[in-house]
T-cell receptor, first 115, second 112 residues
Framework: DTGVSQDPRHKITKRGQNVTFRCDPI?????LYWYRQTLGQGPEFLTY????????KSRLLSDRFSAERPKGSFSTLEIQRTEQGDSAMYLC?????????????FGPGTRLTVL | RKEVEQDPGPFNVPEGATVAFNCTYS??????FFWYRQDCRKEPKLLMS???SGNEDGRFTAQLNRASQYISLLIRDSKLSDSATYLC?????????????FGGGTRLMVKP
């Protein structure tokens, strides 16, 4: 499978714990995005990387959230001191910046439940 | 006002019917437009990009009206497998990152 992959697919944690998610983009794609989706809503942008540089962060990304893409390949999203409101599907997408229309392709997501 | 607005539905249609969804966007400088399809508890999948001249892919036709700031998706000869949520997506030109702004989705249920 050469699509975007995410790990884990599901995560259940207790409030206050830290969690980390991983995303592996399509191999030739140089842009990587993180989105969050709650039930009944469309995905909301969190942050994106071009290669290893984090170029933009949403206001949704509080200080408890941090994302990295250290070698310009896979990315991690960490949430510290989780809260119940963090429960959501966390989606990763990738695209090729030289695609003028910037079509983004999504991974299967990590579903986070904070108890 | 939301940046991208869609009727949440659900649209309940019989097999073989033609169904159309509209979506409006607020940023007149938006650059590119898409329809994504999302099945229950799955990731969004790109259905089609929407070009200024409109485009067709089999049973699916997308149109863009920049003057009125709306995008449409027409599905002809609906199949049971078309049942899903259809997300209208806009790439605002004002955002250098090409982040996508999603509508809340329109749910389609095709019945036998």
């Amino acid at each position: 499978d050469t699509g975007v992959s995410q790990d884990p697919r599901h995560k259940i944690t207790k409030r206050g714990q830290n969690v980390t998610f991983r995303c592996d983009p399509i191999s030739e794609h140089n842009r990587l995005y993180w989105y969050r989706q709650t039930l009944g809503q469309g995905p909301e942008f969190l942050t994106y990387f071009q290669n290893e540089a984090q170029l933009e962060k949403s206001r949704l990304l509080s200080d408890r959230f941090s994302a990295e893409r250290p070698k310009g390949s896979f990315s991690t999203l960490e949430i510290q001191r989780t809260e119940q409101g963090d429960s959501a599907m966390y989606l990763c997408a990738s695209s090729l910046v030289y695609n003028a229309y910037n079509e983004q392709f999504f991974g299967p997501g990590t579903r986070l439940t904070v108890l | 006002r939301k940046e991208v607005e869609q009727d949440p539905g659900p649209f309940n249609v019989p097999e073989g019917a033609t169904v159309a969804f509209n979506c409006t966007y607020s940023n007149s400088a938006s650059q590119s437009f898409f329809w994504y399809r999302q099945d229950c508890r799955k990731e969004p999948k790109l259905l089609m990009s929407v070009y200024s001249s409109g485009n067709e892919d089999g049973r699916f036709t997308a149109q863009l009206n920049r003057a009125s700031q709306y995008i449409s998706l027409l599905i002809r000869d609906s199949k049971l497998s078309d049942s899903a949520t259809y997300l209208c997506v806009v790439n605002p030109i004002s955002n250098a990152g090409n982040m996508l702004t999603f509508g809340g989705g329109t749910r389609l249920m095709v019945k036998p």
